[in-house]
């Protein structure tokens, strides 16, 4: 029994309630058939008694018996079911024999001259009579047919080179006479040695891998133990300097507090000696007034000279001050030019500049109004790329119309502000930034002093900047996205590959005087090889 007529019999002996084979198959009134156990079970955890499948009613709950005769078909079913089990049929992969019925076993081996596969007990008369020893026994195959000539009918034995083809030994002698043919068993030993030259080559090239995924794996290790030292150093030389400053620091806090209770001190000496000179001329001021008021003409004149004649005994207080010099300026200057020195090395690694000026990042959006006709801009303006043919667009004096040229929609005349592109892709592009009187309709030369500070990829692996003469510039990498920072002010503009996070080129020393605009330009097709889109990316703080 086939094991689909099995599983299809299978179905018809399945009780509904545990899905399994019948165990003491029952029949209710209705004609449906169920394990004893189960449908009793099922009306003891209901109230009503109902058949399971059609849900027909009993009154009352039915007095059930086996079903013999249904019992004894699922018990001959179980026993040819188990039998089919034991049966082990040819496993997959493995030729059965062509002679074998009922259960096939797997062939031993295949016989070119009868077209058949035998098991080890068919194969015997291959191994005794004498008419089978002449056959040409192999491994067990398939398809035997596939080795039979279709026009001759003959065993295809031998091997035409010059056709790269197999062939029986009539085609040698028809078709292929002046060919270059051999058996295929010598062509076989030959493509086998070819096969073995090319295997051992392959193995060394798997050897130089393995030995380049270890050098390389070594050069993490060597790096990560690098980078953990100079981690180390930096935290200690920091940790240092901030003690030393933090020690400075309590150090000049200390001079100071000491120097301002100097100055209280001192203050609070001359207050008391300026309270007892206030003292001693509030007392004359009494006596000079009362003088003044006396009608005794004999004590005015005799206290007279006493009062007015004889100075006060008070101090010359007009260049005494208490103002402390703490002689701090220095020491701030100082600080400050280590601040100072300090954020210029910092600077000088690309990833340190790359990371602080990824705060100045500014939403970019492409101006449709100044798109070349050939340029398609997504919706959104953040992506273009070059169209098949030119639009058919409303003329407007700020497009360009000679070079595939975008600018970004708005202008800026002040300040810093970094965008990144995303240049994935493409063999050829440009981008930088553009003053806002840049001819839009006439030739434009790439260079600073007309206001354009861009650079541009041409070919394979050149990149240029549009200096006068253009610079050629060295990469280790081929950019994916690249980063824009621009100080208006300083006159500076920074181009960075942002996934290696490292410095590509900057112009510097630049004069700005009006509006600077983004500029993107992705250049011509390179025979379908430029197809990309140039992309806008948000910029990622966290890189």
Same mark, same amino acid.
């Not at 273009?384 to 409303?394: H, K, V």
């Not at 003329?395 to 708005?410: A, D, E, M, Q, W």
């Given at each position: 029994m086939s094991s689909s007529s099995i599983l299809q019999s299978e179905e018809q002996f399945l009780c509904s309630i545990c899905l399994d084979v019948f165990t003491e198959p029952v029949t209710t009134s209705c004609g449906h058939n169920f394990c004893i156990a189960c449908v009793t079970m099922y009306w003891d955890s209901k109230d009503l008694c109902q058949c399971p499948l059609c849900k027909e009613t009993f009154y009352r709950q039915p007095e059930l018996r086996v079903n013999t005769t249904l019992r004894a078909v699922v018990e001959n079913f179980k026993k040819m079911r188990d039998r089919s089990k034991d049966e082990s049929p040819p496993k997959p992969g493995k030729v059965p024999c062509d002679v074998c019925t009922g259960t096939k076993l797997s062939a031993m081996k295949s016989c070119l001259v009868c077209l058949a596969s035998y098991c080890e007990t068919h194969l015997e008369p291959h191994q005794i009579a004498p008419a089978f020893k002449r056959h040409k026994l192999i491994d067990p195959v398939e398809n035997l047919e596939d080795r039979i000539c279709k026009k001759h009918d003959r065993l295809l034995e031998m091997f035409c080179r010059t056709d790269q083809t197999c062939v029986c030994q009539f085609c040698t002698e028809a078709k292929h006479k002046t060919h270059d043919t051999v058996p295929i068993e010598e062509e076989c030993g030959e493509r086998k040695a070819q096969l073995g030259k090319t295997e051992a080559e392959v193995q060394q090239i798997i050897q130089e891998r393995l030995k380049k995924v270890k050098d390389i794996k070594l050069s993490v290790d060597l790096s990560k133990i690098d980078a953990e030292r100079e981690i180390a150093d930096s935290v200690h030389v920091f940790t240092a300097l901030v003690r030393s400053i933090e020690k400075s620091q309590a150090e000049l806090i200390e001079v100071i507090e000491e120097k301002q209770k100097a100055v209280e001190r001192q203050a609070e000496g001359f207050i008391k000696e300026l309270e007892q000179e206030i003292n001693e001329l509030k007392r004359r001021s009494t006596d000079l007034k009362q003088l003044s008021h006396t009608e005794d003409h004999l004590q005015l004149l005799q206290n007279y000279p006493l009062l007015v004649c004889t100075p006060p005994h008070t101090k010359d207080w007009s260049e005494i001050n208490v103002h402390s010099d703490l002689c701090v300026g220095t020491v701030r200057k100082a600080v400050s030019q280590l601040e100072e020195t300090l954020n210029k090395e910092m600077e000088k690694l690309p990833e340190v500049k790359l990371k602080r000026i990824q705060q100045y990042a500014v939403d970019v959006t492409l101006d449709p109004d100044t798109a070349h006709p050939e340029l398609i801009l997504s919706?959104?303006?953040?992506?273009?790329?070059?169209? /098949?043919?030119?639009?058919? !667009? +409303?003329?407007?004096?700020?497009?360009?119309?000679?070079?595939?040229?975008? !600018?970004?929609?708005?202008?800026?005349?002040?300040?810093? !502000?970094?965008?990144?592109?995303?240049?994935?892709?493409?063999?050829?592009w440009t981008l930088g930034v553009a003053r806002e009187s840049t001819d839009r309709k006439g030739i434009i030369t790439l260079r600073p002093e007309d206001g354009l500070c861009v650079v541009y990829r041409r070919d394979v692996n050149v990149y240029k900047a549009s200096n006068s003469p253009p610079i050629l510039l060295s990469l280790r990498e081929k950019p994916q996205k690249v980063g824009v920072f621009v100080d208006y002010e300083e006159g500076l503009v920074s181009f960075y590959d942002v996934e290696a996070r490292?410095?590509?080129?900057?112009?510097?020393?630049?004069?700005?005087?009006?509006?600077?605009?983004?500029?993107? &330009?992705? &250049? /011509?097709?390179?025979?379908?090889?430029?197809?990309? +889109?140039?992309?806008? &990316? +948000?910029v990622n703080h966290t890189c």
């Open positions: 919706e959104d303006g953040k992506q273009l790329r070059r169209g /098949d043919t030119a639009q058919n !667009l +409303p003329p407007n004096p700020k497009r360009f119309n000679k070079y595939l040229i975008v !600018l970004g929609k708005n202008g800026f005349s002040s300040g810093r !502000l970094y965008y990144e592109v995303i240049v994935k892709g493409m063999t050829r490292s410095h590509i080129y900057s112009f510097t020393g630049c004069t700005f005087t009006e509006k600077l605009f983004p500029y993107f &330009s992705p &250049s /011509d097709n390179d025979d379908g090889q430029n197809s990309a +889109p140039l992309i806008i &990316s +948000p």
